[in-house]
């Protein structure tokens, strides 16, 4: 019993170490002159603007590292074919990678002087780099891996039994996939959603290598947090750090509201 209590307090005091006590410091600091003031500093248009562009960024990267996601994951459990290992593999590029790396991967890919395809991008009057393309690229290869790696395990603990079932009823392959396949994940994906909605919503180092930080512009949440800290609006950062935050929370709480209701369903 003594074990048991001790080994929870080092779990829950390095937890509250590493993530309560900064937590409720944002909140607390966010606060510290006012809500008047906090309601003032994420009510700016240039706020405003940042917190919309973070959302489109999250709107256009998660629904489509979801369904890449699923479908990845599908290729790598169900299917046997030359270069699997390697798919398996490249998932996971961008934990190895750091995302600096990546933003200055995209200004070498789509620059619009030395890019490979940049130049020719912006003769078609495209441009990607310092603009919302080239941020929602660079939110989607840092996002990409939690669909796929939430899905996997789960796919092979329910085996194919039931798909094989369900295709010797006469079912085709979508009809498996929505009546057999997606019901059994479904929790999988969930979890991969709210890991990537996280991840695309606190996105830092690789968007700030190809949006330019232009405020109001091509400056996202979390770019208007160090615009806000190095001019020393102290106010302003730690009140859209706790947006932010709120944000995240509010995903993990909704979650947990939908999952009862689906267990009892």
């Known amino acids: 019993m003594r074990n048991r209590l001790i080994l929870r307090f080092l779990a829950l005091g390095y937890l509250a170490l590493l993530l309560g006590i900064p937590v409720a410091l944002v909140f607390v600091n966010a606060l510290q002159d006012g809500v008047a003031a906090a309601w003032e500093a994420v009510t700016t248009p240039e706020a405003q603007h940042a917190f919309y562009l973070t959302m489109v960024m999250v709107a256009v990267a998660v629904p489509l590292n979801t369904i890449f996601g699923v479908l990845c994951a599908l290729a790598i459990v169900r299917q046997r074919f030359r270069g699997r290992a390697l798919l398996n ?29 940049g130049e020719w991008l912006a003769e078609w009057g495209i441009q990607v780099i310092f603009s919302t393309p080239g941020m929602i690229l660079a939110t989607m290869f840092i996002s990409l891996p939690f669909v796929v790696r939430e899905v996997i395990p789960v796919l092979r603990e329910i085996g194919t039994e039931q798909e094989q079932a369900a295709a010797t009823l006469g079912a085709g392959g979508f009809q498996t996939f929505f009546r057999v396949t997606l019901p059994a994940i479904r929790w999988g994906v969930a979890y991969g959603v709210v890991l990537t909605t996280a991840r695309a919503l606190g996105e830092f180092g690789a968007v700030s290598v190809v949006s330019g930080k232009l405020s109001g512009r091509t400056e996202t949440a979390t770019l208007f947090v160090e615009n806000r800290f190095q001019r020393f609006d102290e106010t302003g950062a730690y009140a859209a750090s706790l947006v932010l935050a709120l944000l995240a929370l509010a995903t993990l709480l909704a979650m947990n509201l939908i999952k009862p209701k689906e267990a009892q369903g």
């Not at 996971?92 to 890919?109: E, I, K, Q, R, T």
């Open 89 to 117: 593999a490249m998932v996971d590029l961008p934990f190895a990678v750091s995302p600096v790396v990546v933003g200055l991967s995209l200004l070498l890919v789509y620059g619009r002087r030395d890019g490979w395809v």
